[in-house]
């Protein structure tokens, strides 16, 4: 197993939980993206979907493999704003391997409905060499205190539900509410993040790195975006700076994880 696979693993095991099933879906299709399947697409099932489009989908895909690209189809023009819609269509296009109109499709799960599982799934077989989900927000903190941290924490909440969009404007409420702390700051920075426009989140950590050169949210998550990133060499020196700032505490934990994970052979 490479270091960076292996740094990837513990990133979703240590930090993103709840990326299990877009692990799943991200095998599954790298396995049969360039061969006609004959067993059906994955239903993977996204809490914003109204039941009445869960079951359509999940109709259609029973249907496998006759008709159900072409009744994922229908069903994208019935419902113009779900992201589980295209994500869908587009695993059944790639099962039938017409990977060009799988990535049309899961770029329109990304535009219409960017705030759902669907869309942060379909990104990850966008980009599938990079870890599967978004790198979160690590609280320090357990019990919120301030106005800031209730904000944080609902963010975090969200990030866990594959919600990137409405944790975003959690993690913005929190900069707003505590515009000279580090960890909110740093918040509002992660939240940024975008596998296909990154530099919009290192273009915030990079100076709060030299606004706060001894904060360790900001190292510990500036490496974990580099992780993400896929600059493991660079994640590495920024994970060893959070380190140093506190090897006891929860970050300074997490950091040495991953840096163990990194130095394996």
């Known amino acids: 197993m490479s270091p960076r696979l292996r740094v990837w693993l513990v990133v979703g095991v240590a930090a993103v939980a709840v990326a299990a099933a877009a692990v799943g879906v991200t095998v599954a299709t790298r396995?049969?993206?360039?061969?006609?399947?004959?067993?059906?697409?994955?239903?993977?099932?996204?809490?914003?979907?109204?039941?009445?489009?869960?079951?359509?989908?999940?109709?259609?895909?029973?249907?496998?493999?006759?008709?159900?690209?072409?009744?994922?189809?229908?069903?994208?023009?019935?419902?113009?704003?779900?992201?589980?819609?295209?994500?869908?269509?587009?695993?059944?296009?790639?099962?039938?391997?017409?990977?060009?109109?799988?990535?049309?499709?899961?770029?329109?799960?990304?535009?219409?409905?960017?705030?759902?599982?669907?869309?942060?799934?379909?990104?990850?077989?966008?980009?599938?060499?990079?870890?599967?989900?978004?790198?979160?927000?690590?609280?320090?903190f357990t019990r919120a205190r301030t106005l800031a941290q209730r904000h944080l924490l609902r963010g975090a909440a969200f990030q866990q539900a594959l919600r990137p969009v409405s944790a975003e404007r959690e993690f913005a409420a929190a900069a707003r509410a505590a515009p000279n702390d580090p960890v909110a700051l740093t918040a509002e920075a992660v939240g940024l993040y975008d596998k296909e426009r990154p530099a919009r989140a290192f273009s915030r950590l990079g100076p709060l790195a030299r606004r706060f050169p001894h904060a360790q949210t900001v190292r510990f998550h500036l490496g974990l975006l580099l992780i993400y990133f896929g600059d493991i060499a660079q994640a590495k020196r920024e994970l060893a700076l959070a380190r140093a700032e506190g090897p006891g505490t929860p970050l300074g934990k997490r950091a040495q994880t991953l840096l163990k994970a990194a130095r394996k052979p």
């Open 31 to 140: 396995s049969d993206v360039h061969k006609a399947a004959s067993k059906a697409p994955p239903y993977v099932a996204d809490p914003t979907a109204p039941a009445a489009v869960s079951r359509d989908v999940r109709e259609a895909l029973r249907a496998w493999p006759a008709g159900t690209v072409r009744r994922l189809r229908i069903l994208a023009e019935r419902y113009p704003h779900s992201a589980l819609v295209r994500f869908e269509l587009g695993l059944g296009l790639a099962f039938t391997g017409n990977g060009t109109d799988a990535s049309r499709a899961w770029h329109e799960s990304r535009r219409v409905q960017p705030d759902s599982p669907s869309a942060v799934r379909a990104t990850d077989l966008l980009h599938p060499g990079t870890p599967p989900g978004l790198p979160p927000f690590v609280p320090a």
